[in-house]
């Protein structure tokens, strides 16, 4: 799979960009501030519907202007697609796809896959759970477009359920008995939701762990094992843990179901929903040890590179049969790999082993401030992006 063309209008800084892409590796280079991480996100988004960068589709839209245009020609051995978004902050974004309208902008998750690398891959490690929680979710997407209806269902129910919890929590700090009758229903529909959530996330990171372990060891010659599991928030105490493997959905949500009765009160209290996926973790370990807050600044950069090349590897080759759950599943796929001015902010080693492991993959998309941080490994073709222009070099 790879990506022939690129059309943007009014997307970030960009009132009108177009790009002729092919395979191999394309590295834009120019000064900072000229937009080059504007067209790689645009090719991202179109993958994921979501940008690497912020989480409003707002600030995707040139100002001044009331949306954005972004269309990307695809293709995979014979076959092209065209898709066409047209990004509208506040309203519903709507798509195309070879110049056919789709009822839902999500309808277009699938056509194209990417694995993008960029600095703010360290958060994976050294931030806080959700953006561990949104790289599971990303990827389950482009494993299994119809997950993204299912994410999108869940935090509704969740924003649902919790205007609920505040409603009954100020009642109590009132003195007043709450209103809880419609608690039991938002109960079950997010334990449905959240159960194929959970399942998801538990098959993902056991599929990724052993990619993980091999890309780290690639990566870094630093002493320790890299090792990734999955903490569920209805592991405690009084409750068995999630089990890693042969649980169903529906064992699952029989447990989320318990896990949410038990802390009912609590939830009340607190006005808050304290039981289910939005309060997990990915646990990254080195060496037994929490790789947040022990490793180093280095080590902790080797361990998001692994997680990325874990997440390529995993869709390019799928997991043996591991995933069965994820309807929607190509194999064969190979994502499109942007390397979004990651070299910069690696050392001369990680920064040639990098660019060693994904020399090979069928489109690499790279962005740099100047030559030099294109490593050798990964001479092609390239584009000068400044002052508005984009030219062949």
Same mark, same amino acid.
């Given at each position: 799979?790879?990506?022939?063309?690129?059309?943007?209008?009014?997307?970030?800084?960009?009132? !009108?960009?177009?790009?002729?892409?092919?395979?191999?590796?394309?590295?834009?280079?120019?000064?900072?501030?000229?937009?080059?991480?504007? =067209?790689?996100?645009?090719?991202?988004?179109?993958?994921?519907?979501?940008?690497?960068?912020?989480?409003?589709?707002?600030?995707?839209?040139?100002?001044?202007?009331?949306?954005?245009?972004? &269309?990307? #020609?695809?293709?995979?051995?014979?076959?092209?697609?065209?898709?066409?978004?047209?990004?509208? $902050?506040?309203?519903?974004?709507?798509? !195309?796809?070879?110049?056919?309208? +789709?009822?839902?902008?999500?309808? +277009?998750?699938?056509?194209?896959?990417?694995?993008?690398?960029?600095?703010?891959?360290? %958060?994976?490690?050294?931030?806080?759970?959700?953006?561990?929680?949104?790289?599971?979710?990303?990827?389950?997407?482009?494993?299994?477009?119809?997950?993204?209806?299912?994410?999108?269902?869940?935090?509704?129910?969740?924003?649902?359920?919790? %205007?609920?919890?505040?409603?009954?929590?100020?009642?109590?700090?009132? #003195?007043?008995?709450?209103?809880?009758?419609?608690?039991?229903?938002?109960?079950? #529909?997010?334990?449905?939701?959240?159960? !194929?959530?959970?399942?998801? &996330?538990?098959?993902?990171? #056991?599929? =990724?762990?052993?990619?993980?372990?091999?890309?780290?060891? !690639?990566?870094?010659?630093?002493?320790?094992?890299?090792?990734?599991?999955?903490?569920?928030?209805?592991?405690?105490?009084?409750?068995?843990?999630?089990?890693?493997?042969?649980?169903?959905?529906?064992?699952?949500?029989? *447990?989320?179901?318990?896990?949410?009765?038990?802390?009912?009160?609590?939830?009340?209290?607190?006005?808050?929903?304290?039981?289910? $996926?939005?309060?997990?973790? *990915? +646990?990254?370990?080195?060496?037994?040890?929490?790789?947040?807050?022990?490793?180093?600044?280095?080590?902790?950069?080797?361990?998001?590179?692994?997680? &990325?090349?874990?997440?390529?590897?995993?869709?390019?080759?799928?997991?043996?049969?591991?995933? $069965?759950?994820?309807?929607?599943?190509?194999?064969?796929?190979?994502?499109?790999?942007?390397?979004?001015?990651?070299? %910069?902010?690696?050392?001369?080693?990680?920064?040639?082993?990098?660019?060693?492991?994904?020399?090979?993959?069928?489109?690499?998309?790279?962005?740099?401030?100047?030559?030099?941080?294109? $490593?050798?490994?990964?001479?092609?073709?390239?584009?000068?992006?400044?002052?508005?222009?984009?030219?062949? +070099?």
């Amino acid at each position: 799979m790879h990506v022939t063309a690129l059309s943007v209008t009014d997307f970030r800084s960009w009132p !009108q960009a177009d790009l002729v892409l092919t395979p191999g590796v394309t590295a834009l280079v120019g000064p900072n501030g000229q937009g080059k991480t504007n =067209l790689v996100e645009a090719v991202g988004y179109v993958a994921t519907l979501g940008s690497h960068r912020v989480a409003s589709d707002a600030a995707l839209v040139r100002a001044g202007t009331e949306r954005a245009i972004v &269309r990307l #020609r695809a293709a995979r051995e014979e076959r092209s697609t065209l898709v066409e978004l047209e990004i509208n $902050p506040g309203r519903a974004n709507r798509a !195309q796809v070879n110049r056919a309208p +789709v009822r839902r902008a999500r309808d +277009v998750l699938g056509i194209l896959r990417t694995v993008l690398f960029a600095p703010e891959d360290l %958060a994976l490690v050294k931030g806080d759970p959700d953006g561990r929680r949104r790289f599971l979710d990303e990827l389950a997407v482009q494993v299994s477009p119809r997950m993204a209806g299912v994410l999108a269902d869940h935090e509704r129910v969740l924003r649902q359920r919790g %205007a609920l919890l505040k409603s009954a929590a100020a009642a109590r700090r009132g #003195r007043h008995e709450p209103d809880l009758r419609t608690l039991d229903v938002w109960d079950a #529909r997010l334990a449905e939701l959240g159960a !194929q959530v959970l399942a998801m &996330r538990v098959a993902l990171a #056991r599929a =990724l762990a052993p990619h993980v372990r091999e890309a780290y060891a !690639q990566v870094s010659d630093a002493p320790g094992e890299a090792v990734l599991t999955y903490r569920s928030s209805v592991a405690d105490d009084d409750a068995p843990r999630v089990p890693h493997e042969g649980a169903s959905v529906a064992e699952l949500t029989e *447990l989320l179901m318990a896990g949410m009765a038990r802390s009912r009160d609590k939830e009340i209290d607190r006005g808050v929903t304290l039981v289910g $996926p939005h309060r997990d973790d *990915l +646990v990254l370990e080195l060496a037994g040890l929490p790789a947040k807050g022990y490793a180093s600044h280095g080590e902790s950069w080797s361990f998001a590179l692994a997680l &990325r090349l874990a997440s390529f590897h995993l869709l390019t080759d799928g997991a043996d049969g591991d995933l $069965p759950a994820m309807a929607g599943w190509d194999e064969g796929s190979e994502p499109v790999l942007i390397l979004d001015d990651v070299f %910069a902010e690696l050392d001369t080693r990680r920064r040639a082993r990098l660019a060693t492991l994904v020399a090979d993959a069928e489109q690499v998309l790279v962005t740099a401030a100047v030559p030099e941080d294109v $490593p050798e490994q990964l001479q092609g073709s390239r584009l000068s992006v400044m002052d508005g222009r984009i030219d062949a +070099v």
